[in-house]
């Protein structure tokens, strides 16, 4: 270790520097999520060309599988995507292509690792996401269905990241009057 690494600690902590986790958080609870349901789960293995009655393998590299992934984001740019915690939208996926998929699509991550048996991957995948379960449920469906809560809730989101910012301008005033008066004494 050398010295510079203690730069990351010697500045200022803001609480809006956590606003995309919040904003993460305000998007998953929109998100829908579906019950777990042992025949809608094993259907939808079979369409990943998978025996569900084994132990699974990953999606995109064919890996021992440890971890389920999000096919699509649940968030984008702070926002609720349409894409939540849906049986269509989880697939089994080794640890290695978990963390490093980051923001591609499954199809992007699939032409990444390119593996030998590519066109089949893809045709399970599409096979897996061409059900009616596998569709989007958007934000758009959510005001038609209810607009005023939806409102509502997107004003409450808008309150706390103003009060986070309020919070962030007195810790601003208060550090600095009591740094001033520490070292007038
Ligand atoms: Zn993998």
Not at 120 to 145: C, G, H, I, W, Y
Request: net charge positive.
């Amino acid at each position: 270790m050398r010295i510079n690494g203690i730069k990351d600690h010697l500045r200022k902590q803001k609480i809006m520097g956590k606003k995309s986790t919040f904003s993460a958080a305000f998007a998953s609870a929109l998100a829908p999520f579906d019950k777990f349901d042992n025949v809608s789960v094993a259907e939808a293995i079979r369409d990943l060309g998978q025996n569900p009655e084994r132990d699974l393998n990953c999606v995109y590299c064919g890996d021992t599988a440890a971890t389920w992934d999000h096919v699509h984001r649940r968030v984008i740019g702070g926002e609720y995507s349409g894409y939540g915690h849906r049986i269509r939208n989880l697939v089994p996926c080794c640890r290695s292509c978990n963390e490093r998929k980051g923001k591609r699509t499954w199809e992007e991550w699939l032409d990444v690792l390119s593996p030998p048996d590519i066109e089949e991957r893809r045709n399970n995948m599409r096979r897996f996401l061409s059900k009616p379960s596998a569709a989007p449920f958007t934000v758009e469906d959510m005001r038609r269905a209810a607009p005023r809560e939806l409102s509502e809730f997107l004003e409450i989101r808008q309150e706390v990241f103003r009060l986070m910012k309020k919070a962030d301008d007195l810790a601003d005033v208060i550090r600095e009057t009591a740094i001033k008066a520490h070292s007038a004494r």
